[in-house]
């Protein structure tokens, strides 16, 4: 293992040590993962997956960052994760590889640094499943019971999640440098982000500025990704905000059922910040926050600055609504682009809203005419729209069977539905894992289509509100 990390100014990071899991059995393991790490599945074992012993060269840190919290600034840092290192791939990757729910740090502000068994599943379930789903997000290796028990409501099975991502560096980690007012140390950092992200940009003249423009672009690519799945990330903190454009800090995250912008399901946005509708303007918003960090690198006069920064700043708009629309286009089997295939998009989605649709199973239907149809396509403003989609479709030189295909290959028929989530989750605590399995298994393959997938298209039949949680 490497630690290139660690060669930060001392400030970035704090030394680290698991706590001891008393009795550590592993309850997942990622094989293809560990594969694709260039790890020995042998050496995987309890001890090594729990923190207990760990992997030659690791030197396991907490990284320091700060963030705003549903707007409120705070400094913080891995409160309960442990980085024990960077995994060099055999596709020549670097790959921070750490523990999740180990135990305290000097980041965690009186809390415990521990995991229950339930979130940690949870995290895998749908990391692993936007993994399949083709939107760049964190991984998740294996899970881990400690033989500790954690103190919440109940008292309830401790586990520790190894995890990994390009990297933990996040908008939170420069605003952290930015706050202590260290100009070397935020460009330091600055550098290290490009040297490890954006290495084609390092000796350019402008390469700050490119920094914050090349993040901008991954981070509304990203944006884009989620709304095409309907995908709820909940705590949209400027510390779960990654440079490299991944997915990270799987909380109380879930996708929505029935299409509505407002839909919220984290127990504590109470004021739906972070609602499906919100999300592109909440990531702007994060990104602002990333720009004035790098002020001081953009250029000495920092009116000039701000104008680079508002520059790059306004691209996010632009690209975000350009990946939307390419992506609503193969939703919708449109391989060419026409001026009014926006309007036809957002038209679809004002008739999905006032049917109360399934988001996923809407375009499950449209790609496959022999699933189940909803009811409300029989309706006067569907069959009005649906006539319009069909002309636009042979308007384009692509066949229909190529039309289909691109449809297929962009409308998961199954996604982590919170139900059956739940469903794995509990049958897990109480000790049987196929259901846990079987769940993953389908999850692997969101587009193939295939017959087992039907049971798990159904969206919950509940008419309660779905709540999730963080920091759980
Ligand atoms: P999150 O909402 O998961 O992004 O967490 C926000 C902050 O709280 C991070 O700094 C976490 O490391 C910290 N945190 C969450 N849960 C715990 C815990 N059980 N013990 C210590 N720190 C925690
Ligand atoms: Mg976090």
């Known amino acids: 293992m490497n630690n290139s990390y660690s060669q930060l100014p001392e400030v970035f990071f ?60 705070t400094m913080l840092g891995d409160g309960r994760a442990i ?5 060099l791939t055999p596709s020549g990757d670097r790959v921070d590889i750490g523990l999740k729910g180990s135990g305290p740090t000097a980041f965690s502000r009186g809390g415990d640094g521990l995991a229950a068994l339930g979130p940690m599943l949870r995290e895998y379930i749908i990391s692993e499943a936007m993994h399949a789903l083709g939107i760049p997000t964190s991984r998740s290796l ?16 401790g586990a520790v999640l190894v995890r990994t991502a390009s990297s933990y560096l996040r908008v939170g980690t420069f605003q952290y440098a930015a706050a202590r007012q260290v100009p070397e140390d935020l460009k330091e950092l600055a550098d290290y982000a490009i040297e490890r992200h954006f290495p084609d940009i390092a000796s350019q003249d402008n390469s700050y500025e490119l920094l914050l423009g090349n993040v901008i672009e991954r981070q509304a690519a990203l944006l884009a990704k989620w709304q095409l799945v309907g995908f709820i990330h909940g705590v949209m903190n400027t510390d779960n905000m990654t440079i490299s454009g991944e997915t990270i800090d799987y909380g109380p995250c879930a996708f929505m059922d029935v299409y509505d ?5 984290s127990s504590i946005d109470v004021n739906g910040r972070y609602k499906y509708g919100n999300q592109p303007g909440i990531a702007s918003w994060n990104l602002a926050r990333f720009a004035e960090t790098l002020l001081p690198l953009l250029d000495e006069n920092q009116d000039e600055a701000i104008q680079i920064a508002e520059k790059q700043l306004a691209r996010f708009g632009n690209v975000f609504e350009r990946e939307w629309l390419n992506g609503m286009r193969a939703k919708l089997g449109l391989l060419d682009e026409q001026p009014l295939d926006e309007a036809l998009s957002k038209e679809l989605l004002l008739i999905m809203k006032d049917a109360q649709a399934d988001f996923t199973n809407t375009f499950r239907a449209l790609t496959d005419e022999n699933v189940e149809q909803p009811v409300w396509f029989s309706e006067d403003a569907f069959c009005e729209w649906k006539k319009k989609w069909e002309t636009r479709r042979k308007q384009q030189t692509a066949t229909i069977e190529e039309s289909y295909e691109i449809m297929r290959l962009s409308n998961p028929s199954v996604i982590p539905r919170n139900h059956r989530v739940e469903e794995a989750i509990e049958a897990a605590e109480n000790g049987d894992f196929s259901v846990l399995h079987k769940l993953n298994q389908v999850l692997a393959s969101p587009y193939s289509y295939s017959e087992e997938q039907v049971d798990y298209t159904k969206p919950t039949d509940s008419s309660a509100p779905y709540r999730t949680y963080c920091g759980t």
């Open 83 to 87: 980085l024990l290192g960077e995994q």
């Open 14 to 73: 704090a030394e680290a040590t698991p706590e001891e899991a008393t009795s550590p059995k592993v309850v997942l393991l990622n094989k293809g993962l560990a594969e694709s790490l260039g790890l020995e599945v042998e050496e995987l074992n309890p001890e090594v997956l729990c923190g207990n012993e760990l992997p030659e060269g690791a030197a396991p840190i907490a990284q320091a960052y700060a963030g705003h919290q549903f707007g409120n600034f």
């Open 142 to 157: 294996s899970v881990t019971l400690t033989g500790n028990d954690v103190h919440r409501e109940n008292i309830l099975p």
């Open 261 to 265: 912008p407002a839909t919220v399901f």
